[in-house]
């Protein structure tokens, strides 16, 4: 199954303003943060919180995710009492160090779909790496399991771990970017880039996350509803790129018919290498197509 991430926003579960803001937001998946976003002390009431909202079905059609506490945490099994029908996606994977990790996580999703009668492997894995550890473990992360759809990048906490700075350069994000797109990438994955945290800045955000898309990104985690258009379009295909895309289909088919491999567009080499590149671009044009018709749907429904 492929899935459309571009936009991930970070929801606080005890914070029913935000809750309901995100009932309408343009978002891709809304996470349902239990972990860093809530304080300790509102842990309870953010399940409290949460539980209502997911058994009223106001969120049912949408790519649901929750940030569950890390393994060996008392609101880790709490956590995942929240997961009662197939409206919840998966979990993300906080403070995860290595291949271990990932196969306890499975193993606890194993026993709710037992629990809950779902169907087996429905629950995702989205590993966060947010751990000098963990991109050392990078690869065996990806492949430790089946139920794996998303690497998502957590910048801070990495900073942190390596005793970073948090006004560093960007390239300093560089090494953990790339060893992240590649090993996703490698195992049919969706790498998922950190948060970008001046939260106003428009161009910044645009630029930063430009980079990120040519590097392999396909989207980005948010903290704030303001990114979301930005989002959405920096890791959505331009008009001009289907275009090219487009052209460069048709003529490598064409040419293809006629024993030729490579040609010429513009002035530019064009060989199977681009060809590969541009089918990627109508694949990914034409998953929003489909997820912005039901997510149309969606709300025509909620209006009835």
Request: net charge negative.
């Given at each position: 199954?492929?899935?459309?991430?571009r936009s991930?926003?970070?929801?606080p579960?005890?914070?029913?303003?935000?809750?309901?803001?995100?009932i309408?937001?343009?978002?891709?998946?809304?996470i349902?943060d239990m972990?860093?976003?809530v304080p300790k002390?509102k842990?309870k009431?953010?399940r409290?919180?949460?539980?209502k909202?997911?058994?009223?079905?106001?969120?049912?059609?949408?790519?649901?995710?929750?940030?569950?506490?890390?393994?060996?945490t008392?609101?880790?099994?709490e956590?995942l009492?929240?997961?009662s029908?197939?409206?919840?996606?998966g979990?993300?994977?906080?403070?995860?160090s290595d291949?271990?990790n990932?196969?306890a996580?499975?193993a606890?999703?194993?026993?709710?779909e037992?629990?809950?009668g779902?169907?087996?492997g429905s629950?995702?894995?989205l590993?966060?790496?947010?751990?000098?550890?963990?991109?050392?473990?990078?690869?065996?992360?990806?492949?430790a399991?089946?139920?794996?759809i998303?690497?998502?990048?957590?910048g801070?906490?990495?900073?942190d771990?390596?005793?970073?700075k948090n006004?560093?350069?960007r390239?300093?994000?560089?090494?953990?970017?790339?060893?992240i797109v590649m090993?996703?990438r490698t195992?049919?994955?969706?790498?998922?880039d950190?948060?970008f945290?001046?939260l106003?800045n428009?161009?910044?955000?645009?630029?930063?996350?430009?980079?990120s898309?040519?590097?392999g990104?396909h989207?980005?985690?948010?903290?704030?509803p303001i990114?979301?258009p930005?989002?959405?379009?920096?890791?959505?295909?331009?008009?001009?790129?289907i275009s090219?895309?487009?052209?460069?289909?048709?003529t490598?088919e064409?040419i293809?018919?006629q024993?030729a491999?490579?040609t010429?567009?513009?002035?530019?080499?064009v060989?199977p290498p681009?060809?590969?590149r541009?089918?990627k671009?109508?694949?990914?044009?034409?998953l929003?197509?489909?997820y912005?018709a039901?997510q149309?749907?969606?709300k025509?429904?909620?209006?009835?």
């Open positions: 199954m492929a899935y459309l991430l991930m926003l970070f929801v579960a005890y914070n029913e303003k935000y809750i309901k803001k995100a309408e937001c343009d978002t891709d998946a809304i349902f972990e860093d976003g002390e842990r009431e953010a409290i919180i949460l539980k909202y997911l058994d009223s079905g106001i969120f049912r059609g949408r790519q649901i995710v929750l940030r569950v506490n890390p393994l060996q008392d609101d880790l099994p956590d009492k929240l997961i029908d197939d409206q919840i996606m979990i993300i994977t906080p403070k995860i291949a271990g990932i196969k996580f499975e606890l999703l194993d026993f709710v037992h629990r809950e779902l169907k087996s629950l995702k894995l590993p966060l790496i947010e751990k000098a550890q963990a991109v050392i473990n990078i690869d065996s992360i990806a492949s399991s089946k139920r794996n998303a690497l998502l990048f957590g801070e906490d990495y900073l771990s390596v005793s970073g006004n560093c350069p390239h300093l994000f560089d090494m953990p970017r790339t060893m090993a996703a195992h049919g994955l969706l790498p998922i950190t948060p945290l001046d106003k428009e161009q910044a955000f645009m630029a930063e996350e430009s980079q898309c040519a590097m990104f989207g980005c985690l948010i903290v704030n990114q979301l930005w989002c959405n379009r920096v890791f959505s295909p331009s008009a001009e790129e090219h895309a487009k052209e460069i289909i048709e490598v064409r293809q018919i024993g491999n490579e010429v567009i513009n002035g530019k080499m060989g681009m060809y590969k541009a089918l671009v109508m694949e990914l044009e034409k929003i197509r489909e912005e039901i149309t749907q969606r025509e429904r909620k209006s009835i």
